[in-house]
């Protein structure tokens, strides 16, 4: 991870948040894989009063998404020091309104994680993907050759049930592509 100041400078997060999470915001409870620095968990628990899930391996990480939390007085985010990748989220099936996946899906067995994103969305819920384009230079991400394209990702979410998968137009971000997709009813 670059600087905090470096890493923000790269996104709109409010922006991007307005565009990809549920429009109602209210109450809406999240998982969000991948949580680093909070450039995403801090402006969504400003939005929603139901919990913020923000899962990461990186113990230093969640220690300070957890003091910035506190100093924000943002009682509905729940740091979690966590392999997801290893052993699952630990949130319970059907449980969430929306999983997070930014810029996380260029690893080994991206469908492992979409899977289980799946397992936790409630069905009506959604799960929304944010990742660096391959199109364009960009000043950071992860090397070019393992970058998923928007195609790869909307398989990939066909693949693991999700439905209604849609690009959309991160004008607040222009070195990222969004992907918003829904878990129907069963």
Request: glycine residues 8%; negative net charge; proline residues 6%.
């Amino acid at each position: 991870m670059p600087a905090e100041v470096t890493w923000e400078g790269f996104f709109d997060a409010s922006c991007i948040l307005g565009m990809l999470v549920a429009p109602n915001h209210s109450s809406v409870s999240v998982a969000e894989f991948g949580s680093g620095y909070g450039t995403f968990t801090l402006p969504l628990a400003r939005l929603t009063a139901g919990r913020v899930h923000a899962l990461d391996i990186e113990s230093g990480l969640i220690e300070r998404l957890s003091v910035a939390a506190t100093k924000a007085g943002l009682d509905n985010v729940v740091p979690t020091l966590r392999d997801f990748l290893t052993d699952g989220t630990g949130l319970r099936d059907e449980s969430i309104d929306h999983a997070m996946l930014y810029n996380i899906l260029h690893i080994e067995n991206p469908i492992s994680l979409l899977d289980e994103a799946y397992r936790i969305v409630r069905p009506g819920g959604s799960v929304s993907v944010v990742h660096w384009r391959s199109d364009i230079p960009t000043p950071r991400g992860p090397s070019l050759s393992i970058r998923p394209s928007p195609a790869q990702i909307h398989t990939w979410l066909s693949e693991t049930g999700f439905s209604e998968i849609h690009d959309v137009e991160l004008v607040c971000s222009p070195y990222h592509f969004g992907i918003r997709a829904l878990r129907t009813a069963d």
